[in-house]
Every structure is written in structure tokens, then in C-alpha cells.
């Protein structure tokens, strides 16, 4: 277990990330103000018209109703087609991890909802406005599912390219339609998708800290066993 800690805790893409987090942080509870508070009240045109549509549509799809589901039929997909749980486990373990990093972050700054035109942190109302849950959800549920193609070689380079801008528009347009909505402000968005970035980053350094062995078994109604002879020496740790 110390071994795993120290190899997330070392990686440098995660550190640049935390550090990044921090930044984003420090900047969201007072620096930023200006920013927010221009982009909170800039005009909203066609606001009757399509708020409702914006609502039901384009606001969902960075949603864990609509993001989770994709990320577990393609986790099924892979464990069945390769006969290991190490997809299930991954697509487990990161969302969990991000919603504890997100969660305790919204109760420990209680940012001010953007309605109450008031960006402040620890607020007095008790709203969890920062960072943006939807924001990490569109980098670490999506990014997840685009690592577990590339791990399996499951689509050729260029359509690899094509899904990941189709992952940056996602990310964008979740983050338009929020701010438009009042839904969060500018810096919950940005530090959100910081968040999620970390969250995917420590979650593909543990898939190459873990053994494949680990995770690799036959599945009960293919007509293997879990702990058959063979897996069972296999798994015993060599001396």
C-alpha cells in the first residue's frame, strides 16, 4: 500500500495538477472576482427561448446520468472482451475518487451560488457552488472512457484524435452553458475541470502500478473459474 501511495504521490503530471488545483484555488477566492463577476453579468440574449432547452439537453450531457452509464457499458465491453475486471475496477475507482475530491471541497469552501451575484467563499448560505462537479465529470468519466480505447487498441489513431476534441468540446460546451445558466461560476468550471484532470491523471498511474495478473481472470459464464489451479499458481507471489 506505501508502495502505491508514493507512486501516485511521485508522479509529475499529478503534481503539476495539484499544484495547479491549489493555484486555482487561491486565485477563485478573491483575485478572480472580477473575472466572475463580468462573465456572471454579461447579457443573456434569447434567455426565454432556449433556457428550458439548454436545461434538458446540452446540461446534461456532462452529467454522472448520462456520462456513468457510457463509462460503464464501455468498462463491461472490455472486461468481457478481454476477460479481465480491471475496466470495471478503473471505471470504480476513478469517480469515486473525484467525487470524494469535489465533494470535500464544495463542503469546505461553501462558495456563493452565481445567483447571488456574490463570489465569495465559506458562505453564510451554505451553497457547494465550487469547484464544478460537471466540469471534472467531462474530463475524468470521458477522459476514462477515451484511456480505456487507447489501452485496448480499440480505434485507430486519427479517430483516438477525433474523440478527444470531441471530449475538449464537451468540456466547453458544459462550461458555456453553466455560466449562461447561473449554474457556476467562471472559476468553478475552470478549477472543475482541474479537479477531474487530477482525479484521471492518479487513475492511470494505479492501472500501470497494478500487475495485470491482478485483475486478469476467466469470467464464471465463459465456462472458466475464478481460482482455478493454473490462476491460483500464477497469482502466488514468486520467491
Known amino acids: ?13 499529478a503534481i503539476v495538477l495539484a499544484v495547479a ?13 472580477p473575472i466572475d ?17 439548454l436545461i434538458l439537453w446540452p446540461d446534461t450531457v456532462a452529467s454522472r446520468f448520462v456520462a456513468l452509464p457510457v463509462l460503464g457499458v464501455t468498462a463491461l465491453h472490455f472486461a468481457y472482451w478481454h476477460r479481465s475486471w480491471r475496466p470495471v475496477v478503473l471505471s470504480a475507482v476513478g469517480p469515486f475518487g473525484m467525487v470524494c475530491l469535489v465533494a470535500s471541497m464544495k463542503l469546505l469552501f461553501a462558495r ?16 457547494v457552488s465550487f469547484p464544478s462537479g460537471h466540469g471534472a465529470n467531462a474530463i475524468l468519466i470521458y477522459g476514462l472512457v477515451l ?8 480505434a485507430r489513431p486519427h479517430v483516438i484524435q477525433r474523440l478527444a476534441l470531441c471530449i475538449v468540446g464537451i468540456a466547453l460546451l458544459q462550461s458555456a452553458v ?62
Open 147 to 154: 484511456f480505456m480505447i487507447i489501452r485496448y487498441n480499440a
Open 112 to 127: 456563493s451560488h452565481p445567483r447571488t451575484f456574490d463570489p465569495s467563499f465559506f458562505s453564510e448560505t451554505g451553497s
Open 178 to 239: 453553466s455560466v449562461y445558466l447561473h449554474f457556476h461560476w467562471f472559476t468553478d468550471l475552470a478549477t472543475g475541470m482541474i479537479a477531474g484532470g487530477l482525479a484521471l491523471r492518479l487513475t492511470i498511474r494505479l492501472d500501470r502500478m497494478i500487475p495485470e495478473g491482478r485483475t486478469r481472470f476467466w469470467w464464471p459464464w465463459l465456462g472458466g473459474n475464478f481460482w482455478s489451479a493454473s490462476e491460483r499458481r500464477q497469482a502466488r507471489p514468486t520467491r
Open 1 to 13: 500500500m506505501s508502495e502505491i501511495a508514493w507512486g501516485l504521490a511521485s508522479d509529475k503530471i
Open 37 to 53: 463577476n463580468f462573465v456572471n453579468q454579461a447579457p443573456r440574449p434569447l434567455w426565454d427561448e432556449i433556457r428550458v432547452f
Open 21 to 33: 488545483l491549489m493555484i486555482m484555488t487561491v486565485l477563485a477566492a478573491g483575485p478572480l472576482h
